[in-house]
């Protein structure tokens, strides 16, 4: 191939394209004086022997083709330039959700399926830094802004203690229930809970000869009843739990493969699978919505869990450059008989338009059919015991023979816990500890549960000087409108006050009002 050196740029550009294999012979002597290449044939293959500055241009032009190319392949997948900040009309979830949370190659939005024929549960992978965690939080802005809150509830479990916490400060009207705790006893409290209140739906569903949620909506409006989406991050906690306890794991397994029916639909999100050791066989197959971020080959395919059929070459080097928020997912035939593996890339909300979106939707006056107050758990916050609750429980527990006392938050779906106080020889309670604050609160709500009951006669035995009866006296809490409070904190009084109480036992004198003494 002869070329003068007016044609230098097209020879270097011809380097470009003729690749080892080729044998070149340059047959202007006199190129490399022009700032061309000199090439020369050497065992059949090309060989540069010295380069030009136009050998640097054109490493420069490739570099810049191959940015503005890989520019043009980037897809925009800001919340903020895809969806219009104006209102949108609500979507109806009788027949599953339809969530517009991804976008395939061309930009175009895929929406996810929720609930929706076989697709009823949803589990998704990915390692840090994969997008996870933002994949989760578009997930529940799209239900927030797609779906009315009588349409479809959403329960939060965060064993993570991490993700969920946002939206503890800023809790949409959609969010039924909201946990921050990663303990047993809330997996299995959680897990009883599920199952009674989906054997509440399936009373009902009785009642009203339907045999699912579809049926029922048609016989009594859409908004009569909820769907019920759970999504539990860091999932391979509960399966821990579960493990070994047979009972717990037969609730999880049967309330992936029964309760659909009922409008139950699971989100699970983990880092791995190879983690979930206490989920079944018969469960896993229940979860038809794969979905894999950014991780390991290994556990990409073991999410998406395909045959060895699915996979190529082309695929496999595809999964192992998936970049931060893309995403590989099971995408199956309308005959839910075979799928192909799908890329997506998803739909990244910033903290800022996530507390936008959750403000409005806060602010709006809603008129809910389910107005109960939603339940949350967080154990690594100290809370309040809640007085009218308790007030109520007491009216129907409280007798002349036993008195329940209030002396805390529970980690399980009880709103407080209790235990009741009987009358009979041996119930006393010892209360034993280093800390002084958790012991400070116990006993302010000892004091506030039997204020709730009336009629006691408080008695208290202190020493001025240790931390406890100062703590008490710092938050005022020897105080009480329906008890007397009496401080007993010198010797003498002390003394003097259990020698009346004795004569008082060995005469067997009846008391007019009840005692209890600290």
């Known amino acids: 191939y002869s070329m003068g050196g007016s044609n230098s ?29 000199i090439l020369q044939e050497q065992g059949g293959a090309g060989r540069r022997i010295s380069v030009s500055p136009l050998a640097r241009y054109h490493n420069a032009f490739i570099k810049l083709y191959r940015k503005k190319w890989e520019d043009g392949q980037k897809i925009d997948n800001k919340y903020s330039g895809i969806f219009t900040k104006g209102p949108v009309a609500y979507k109806d979830a009788t027949d599953g959700l339809s969530l517009p949370v991804m976008l395939d190659e061309r930009g175009k939005i895929v929406n996810l399926p929720i609930g929706k024929g076989i697709l009823n549960h949803t589990l998704i992978t990915g390692s840090t830094s994969s997008g996870k965690s933002s994949f989760l939080h578009m997930i529940i802005m799209s239900i927030v802004t797609n779906y009315h809150p009588d349409d479809v509830e959403l329960w939060l479990a965060d064993y993570g203690k991490v993700e969920f916490n946002k939206y503890f400060k800023q809790t949409p009207p959609h969010v039924r229930f909201l946990s921050l705790e990663k303990s047993a006893e809330f997996t299995f409290a959680f897990l ?32 009569s009843m909820p769907r019920v989406v759970v999504m539990i991050d860091e999932f391979h ?57 950014s991780n390991s080959i290994s556990e990409m395919k073991s999410t998406i869990e395909a045959s060895g059929g699915n996979y190529n070459d082309e695929l496999i080097m595809g999964m192992e450059r998936t970049a931060t928020g893309e995403m590989w997912m099971r995408e199956w035939s309308n005959d839910g008989r075979d799928f192909s593996i799908k890329k997506y890339i998803g739909i990244y909300i910033n903290d800022r338009e996530r507390e936008n979106v ?35 429980h007491c009216k129907r527990n409280c007798n002349d023979k ?117």
């Open 9 to 37: 740029r097209s020879k270097d550009g011809l380097w470009g394209f003729l690749q080892s294999g080729w044998t070149i012979i340059d047959l202007d002597s006199e190129a490399a004086k022009t700032g061309c290449f």
């Open 192 to 223: 009883e809970y599920l199952q009674k209140y989906f054997s509440q739906r399936e009373k009902k569903f009785a009642e009203e000869s339907v045999t699912n949620i579809r049926e029922y909506r048609e016989k009594h409006g859409k908004l």
């Open 237 to 293: 906690n509960m399966t821990q739990h579960v493990k070994g306890d047979l009972a717990h794991r037969d609730m999880l397994e049967n309330a992936l493969s029964e309760y659909r029916k009922f409008g139950l639909s699971f989100i699970f999100s983990n880092q791995t699978v190879s983690g979930l050791v206490g989920l079944t066989d018969a469960a896993r197959l229940q979860i038809r919505n794969r979905i894999a971020l």
């Open 358 to 392: 959750l403000s409005i939707e806060i602010a709006k006056k809603w008129q809910l059919k389910n107005d109960a107050e939603v339940i949350k758990i967080d154990s690594s916050e100290r809370t309040v015991m809640p007085v009218a609750l308790a007030c109520n």
């Open 402 to 518: 036993s008195f329940p006392l209030y002396v805390g938050s529970p980690v399980t779906i009880d709103r407080f816990f209790c235990f009741n106080v009987e009358q009979r020889l041996n119930n006393n309670i010892l209360l034993v500890g280093r800390n002084v604050e958790p012991k400070r609160d116990i006993i302010f709500n000892i004091i506030l549960s039997l204020s709730i009951i009336g009629k006691f006669d408080i008695i208290i035995y202190a020493d001025k000087s240790d931390e406890l009866y100062e703590a008490m006296q710092s938050i005022g809490g020897f105080r009480s409108k329906t008890c007397s409070i009496l401080i007993c904190d010198k010797m003498e009084d002390i003394c003097a006050s259990i020698s009346r109480l004795s004569n008082q036992v060995k005469r067997r004198e009846m008391p007019s009002r009840r005692k209890m003494i600290f």
